[in-house]
């Protein structure tokens, strides 16, 4: 059945983003998974800038407000996302957002100048939890600190097949600056 396969891969992309695995180990475990597991967007193995301490920051979220709509094509249409809080990260600002449906979850697309040329055309994620990505690229520290690790960026499941359909970075996440870490373009 392709609702318990799905369970499944969605269950093993949680435990490996909140394994003990280092970035190297983590993304081993990532490219196995995307090689072996029926549900996967992507054969593997995937391609990653080197790892850089340079694109790790740790912030104070700033005050936003509202609601965005982001279309995520296929089924799920458009969807309504809150903004939890606006990220003033060296690179230029990022709102981080919650998806305002059924259980929710953070969610942070962005989009930077290496998108279209060495990473994918529509941006990257820093994390979707709705999908299991808890914890790396994105982790709300206790002191209500943010800590953002682009080492753990990653491309969308349509980067890699079009038959995929994601929700993309909106306008107000587009950096002007180069983050050359994470995930680089599938094809």
Request: net charge negative.
């Amino acid at each position: 059945m392709d609702a318990l396969s799905l369970a499944d891969y969605r269950a093993r992309v949680a435990a490996m983003y909140l394994s003990d695995a280092d970035l190297a180990g983590f993304r081993a475990l990532r490219d196995d998974l995307f090689a072996t597991h029926p549900q996967s967007a992507a054969p593997g193995p995937l391609r990653y800038f080197p790892a850089s301490e340079d694109f790790i920051a740790t912030v104070r979220p700033e005050p936003a407000h509202g609601t965005l709509e982001i279309a995520a094509g296929g089924p799920d249409g458009v969807l309504p996302y809150d903004r939890v809080g606006i990220l003033p990260t060296p690179w230029g600002p990022l709102t981080l957002f919650w998806l305002a449906a059924y259980g929710g979850g953070l969610f942070l697309p962005f989009r930077d100048t290496t998108s279209g040329h060495e990473t994918y055309g529509a941006g990257r994620y820093l994390t979707d939890t709705i999908k299991g990505t808890h914890g790396r690229g994105v982790e709300i520290l206790p002191d209500g600190r943010v800590r953002l690790d682009f080492n753990y960026a990653y491309n969308p499941s349509c980067a890699y097949d079009d038959a995929w359909a994601c929700p993309l970075a909106p306008y107000e996440n587009r950096l002007t600056a180069e983050i050359r870490a994470g995930e680089l373009s599938y094809h």
